[in-house]
């Protein structure tokens, strides 16, 4: 086997690792790079191997940061199947399509106001490029082996983190290399905790969190004190939100702050067409998570859904105290940008962010305390109050991940970390170093091991 790490090397987006066993040619995971532009100009440069060689690619999970480049996979040739779970499938058919028209959307904007360097501004992907890419998708069953060729096999374990979220077990000819995913908290007040890992030879294990331990106080008092603070000033709190994960739970969290009176009884509005049909989704799998059916239900009414393009714009009018949550999780694009660019302005209002912000992205700028973010080639100031919820991460912490991978049977031979920033990545395998006592190697991008 010989593994070659494409992306998710000394940065948490981009993942991709191509396994070839000379018999086979497999890519688990096909993720966007995200955030610092020499992380962003990779998504326009070739593979180094031949597209159309590849066998099949396995998903770990949803998120575009480990399934968004698949449209270009498609256009550039492949038609071997994409492996995943079944509620992957589902959330990637709404993902890819979501992410494919803001390309176009921007690329539109952009030339409409000529504020892009480049003339025309292209997306990366269209609309068609998306669909071609929902085509080769094969959802499996949690329990079924998949055949890839003559003598290779994958198999899906929980990890947590998301809907459908998946670890990754690949095996040839008795030799057996695990991919962590994104691995969930044991905590979560949503997902089940991962499963313990499988014997396997090589474990990739993802370092997000690999630096950082959590508070131990929880979500909910957090999210309250935040809404409380915003609302006593009749400001409005926008807040951007992965569509898939992120948006399900705050809504879980906001409905048992009402039930309780916890918060006033604020207007709450889901901003996202594609958070909307998310959530529906978590309803049809309810056995992969945690809540009961009549969770759901509240969930699913504990916001006003805001299809529309017109209705969208008229939540800048909002005068407080009301709440938007809105793509994406980041702050990188989608209609929130257009919020950010109203309530920025005003110290009356909030912009609350529930997840890991990447090097790069305006949330992280906005974590960092940016007085100005850029949007749309304007330099907007920032007077609205920032917070950033620290009992609200998906992603494992670095004792979480250490413990999940000592629960393997015997120690593997080598583990690689990846899918995290240096200091995370490197803080990690210092730790898992002294706690499995086997070979533990941060790799490089394009880097490659037999």
Known sequence: MKLTFLGGA???????CLVDTGSARILVDCGLFQGLKRLRERNWQRLPFDVGSLDAVVLTHAHLDHSGYLPVLARGGFRGKVYCTAATAKLVEILLPDSAHLQEEEARYANKHRFSKHSPALPLYTSEDAAAALKLLR???WTERVAIGSDVSAYFSGAGHLLGAASVLVENAGRRVLFSGDLGRPDDPMMRPPEPPPPADWVVIESTYGDRLHPTGDAESELADAINRAAA???????PSFAVGRAQL????????KARSAIPDLPVFLNSPMATDATRIYRAHRREHRLTERECEVMCTAARFVASVEESKSLNGLTGPALIIAGSGMATGGRVIHHLKTFARDERHMILFTGFQAAGTRGAALVAGADTIKIHGEWIPVRAEVVQ???ASGHADRDQLVAWLTRMESPPQRVFVNHGDPAAADTLRQYLRRAVATDVTVPEHLESFE
């Open 10 to 16: 000394g940065t948490v987006t981009g993942s991709k």
């Open 389 to 391: 919820l620290q009992e």
């Open 250 to 257: 705050l809504l879980h969290l906001i409905a048992r702050l």
């Open 233 to 239: 000033r009749r400001g409005v709190i926008v807040v």
């Open 139 to 141: 959802p499996v069953d």
